[in-house]
C-alpha cells in the first residue's frame, strides 16, 4: 500500500465514525422525559387470623388421601 491508500483508509474510517456517532445520537439520543416507578407498600411479617368459620378443628382436611372401594392391582396405571 502506498502512503495514499492508507491516509485515504485513515480519513474514510474518522469520517464514518462521525458520521455513525451522530445518527446514533439521533436514534438512540436521552429523552427528556422521565420515567416513573410505581410505589409499592412493604410486606409486612404480621398476618391477620383466618376466619373461624372455615379454618377450624372440625373443618374438613382436603389433603387427606381418600380411597374408593378396594384395588387389587397394586400398580396404578
Do not use: C, H, R, W
Not at 455513525?20 to 416513573?36: I, R
Amino acid at each position: 500500500m502506498k502512503q495514499k491508500d492508507i491516509a485515504l483508509i485513515i480519513m474514510v474510517v474518522f469520517v464514518s465514525g462521525i458520521i455513525a456517532f451522530v445518527v446514533s445520537s439521533m436514534l438512540f439520543g436521552a429523552s427528556s422525559d422521565s420515567q416513573k416507578a410505581e410505589v409499592v407498600q412493604p410486606i409486612s411479617a404480621n398476618f391477620e387470623k383466618p376466619d373461624s368459620t372455615y379454618f377450624n378443628s372440625s373443618s374438613i382436611n382436603p389433603t387427606k388421601t381418600i380411597t374408593i372401594g378396594t384395588n387389587s392391582n397394586p400398580t396404578p396405571f
